[in-house]
């Protein structure tokens, strides 16, 4: 069965360093999503993404935060300069056309900032 | 704003009893899900209801949506150790092309023998 990947697993980085977390949707899926989070806590929608450009944003997307589709089969989630509050499990999800009401989750990049 | 909240927050339940998790949301919706995560692990979708009224069964899990209450449950039915997990509700009220999920804090489930 298709899967939702992400890579890498587990990033540590310092803080001030950029970091780009990697996914790979389902491959007919167009619908495109990054949610994050931080230990303990409840799952935050960060961005969705469809047809070449961002749908939807939250707050904690700031000018930190750029998402991109750079070929047919990746979704890449990049920070610019990494605060030690970016520190989550930051999740990639995607939608088929045919089913838009049903995200698939991907396992999850663990981001350690430090 | 949309605000979603759960409850109770953890749940300590005994095999072969039944027990329920309600999810109460602060507007209009009728898209809501329910997803079960495991310690360290992803989110798996369980549920998905779009309509006032809709109720799917998995198992021993049965979820309901009431729109006008602005409520869902997810009812738990002779639970069993497998079922310990972290459950979460999320609400959709977007418009635009996709789905923004607003999750609710999650209710922990212990179940044990």
């Known amino acids: 069965e298709p899967e939702v990947t992400q890579t890498p697993s587990h990033q540590v980085t310092q803080m001030g360093q950029e970091v780009i977390l990697r996914c790979v949707p389902i491959s007919n899926h167009l619908y495109f999503y990054w949610y994050r989070q931080i230990l303990g806590q409840k799952v935050e929608f960060l961005v969705s993404f469809y047809n070449n450009e961002i749908s939807e944003k939250s707050e904690i997307f700031d000018d930190q935060f750029s998402v991109e589709r750079p070929d047919g089969s990746n979704f890449t989630l990049k920070i610019r300069s990494t605060k030690l509050e970016d520190s989550a499990m930051y999740f990639c999800?995607?939608?088929?056309?045919?089913?838009?009401?049903?995200?698939?989750f991907g396992p999850g990049t663990r981001l350690t900032v430090t | 704003e949309l605000k979603v909240e759960q409850n109770p927050l953890f749940l300590s339940m005994q095999e072969g009893k039944n027990y329920t998790i309600y999810c109460n949301y602060s507007?209009?919706?009728?898209?809501l899900y329910w997803y079960r995560q495991d310690p360290g692990k992803s989110l798996e979708s369980l549920f998905v209801l779009l309509s006032n009224g809709a109720v799917k069964q998995e198992g021993r899990l049965m979820a309901s949506l009431d729109t006008k209450a602005r409520l869902s449950t997810l009812h738990i039915t002779a639970a069993v150790h497998d079922l310990s997990a972290t459950y979460f509700c999320?609400?959709?009220?977007?418009?635009?092309?996709?789905?923004?999920?607003?999750f609710g804090g999650g209710t922990r489930v212990l179940v044990k023998p």
């Open positions: 999320a609400v959709d009220i977007t418009e635009a092309a996709g789905n923004k999920l607003t």
């Open positions: 507007t209009t919706s009728d898209r």
């Open positions: 999800a995607s939608s088929p056309p045919a089913d838009p009401y049903e995200q698939y």
